[in-house]
């Protein structure tokens, strides 16, 4: 079984910054790609940037240039560092990976949600 745990929401101002951080944990054989979803109020989640183990990175329209995703392999941790925030990113930020346990069992896991505001 594999769990993801989130850390490094929080309320900040318009324009501030905040970064996220993922670590797959558990009984873990390997980590394919890795991302992070958003969901705001009364919206269906959206993908806001994705990464593979090679570092191919994917990001929304919305966040392009604002938004980087990396990640250490190593400590099967991925982040996403989120800069010029604005009251539009406000939402529960959700980690996503899909990979393999050691009893060969593919999952596609999602973390708890960490919760991601940018208000005055």
């Known amino acids: 079984q594999v769990q993801l745990v989130e850390s490094g929401g929080g309320l900040v101002q318009p324009g501030g910054s905040l970064r996220l951080t993922c670590a797959a944990t558990?009984?873990?054989?390997?980590?394919?790609?890795m991302g992070w979803y958003r969901q705001a109020p009364g919206k269906e989640r959206e993908l806001v940037a994705t990464?593979?183990?090679?570092?191919?990175?994917t990001y929304a329209d919305s966040v392009k240039g604002r938004f980087t995703i990396s990640r250490d392999n190593a400590k099967n941790t991925v982040y996403l560092q989120m800069n010029s925030l604005k009251p539009e990113d406000t939402a529960v930020y959700y980690c996503?990976?899909?990979?393999?346990?050691?009893?060969?069992?593919?999952?596609?896991?999602w973390g708890q949600g960490t919760q991601v505001t940018a208000a005055p």
């Open positions: 996503n990976t899909v990979g393999v346990d050691y009893s060969g069992r593919i999952g596609n896991y």
């Open positions: 558990g009984s873990i054989f390997s980590i394919g790609s």
């Open positions: 990464i593979t183990s090679g570092g191919t990175t």
